[in-house]
């Protein structure tokens, strides 16, 4: 079974689960509405007190926004459900269940759980993402276009190998709910571009926890600020994170031991 399969099964579990509690519906689209708010507030009073920030424009930080909220939605619509789940299933011994199935015990613990509500953030970012464009002059080319979707798809394999790299150590430690945490905050610092904070966060952002690739970088594709190197680096890197991420997952599946054991 492909893992699109897989995904598209899950994804009908998750509705049918989620469609029974639908008040969580209007729960998720008010939360979305006030985040945006504050979000929006907060570029209000940039702009009032200055014409541009590090030379991104208002429009151009509009668009670093929209992607910020749809790459959140899409972390916590997919990934981090998923990583939390894994989480559980080793501290409870409970994995065994997993690794008992005949499709790959990672493919099957990155698309079990999805939580659909969250594509009220999806759809709030691309919103927020084409009001960036209107105000930036108008629709993309085709070219820019493509190149837009294959900087977010980088990223979010980034930000994915990411979480699996952090929530496989827990066939090592205890709790890593901490760790998990600090990506929470480090990832909210990703609303602004990273070229706004000093040096050192730059490089964590960029290198270290990739929240420069999976938002700033697809904004500069969108706004015309995208470099070849920096395209070209981003592949990389989400290349070298997903074979990382592979080999500290066929590592720690040695380290496991569950309720058989």
Request: no cysteine.
């Amino acid at each position: 079974m492909s893992i699109f399969r897989l995904m598209y099964h899950y994804f009908r579990i998750g509705a049918m689960n989620e469609l029974q509690y639908r008040v969580n519906f209007w729960v998720q689209l008010l939360e979305s509405a006030v985040a945006l708010g504050v979000g929006l507030a907060g570029l209000g009073v940039v702009f009032s007190h200055t014409s541009d920030l590090a030379g991104w424009t208002r429009p151009e930080l509009l668009a670093v926004m929209g992607v910020h909220i749809l790459m959140g939605g899409l972390i916590q619509m997919i990934i981090q459900p998923n990583m939390n789940r894994l989480m559980d299933d080793v501290q409870r011994g409970t994995f065994d269940f997993v690794l008992s199935k005949p499709e790959d015990a990672q493919v099957l613990v990155s698309v079990r759980e999805i939580r659909i509500w969250q594509l009220v953030n999806v759809a709030i970012g691309a919103v927020v993402l084409a009001v960036a464009l209107d105000q930036l002059g108008g629709a993309i080319g085709l070219g820019a276009a493509l190149i837009f979707a294959a900087t977010l798809v980088l990223g979010a394999l980034m930000i994915y190998s990411f979480w699996l790299i952090l929530t496989t150590t827990a066939f090592w430690v205890v709790r890593v709910d901490n760790m998990l945490q600090l990506f929470e905050g480090l990832y909210a610092a990703g609303r602004w571009p990273v070229g706004i904070y000093p040096g050192w966060l730059q490089g964590l952002l960029t290198f270290l926890v990739p929240v420069a690739f999976a938002v700033t970088v697809p904004a500069e594709a969108l706004t015309g600020r995208l470099s070849l190197s920096t395209l070209a680096l981003a592949a990389a890197l989400a290349l070298g994170l997903l074979l990382l991420a592979r080999l500290v997952w066929r590592i720690g599946l040695r380290q496991y031991s569950g309720a058989s054991a």
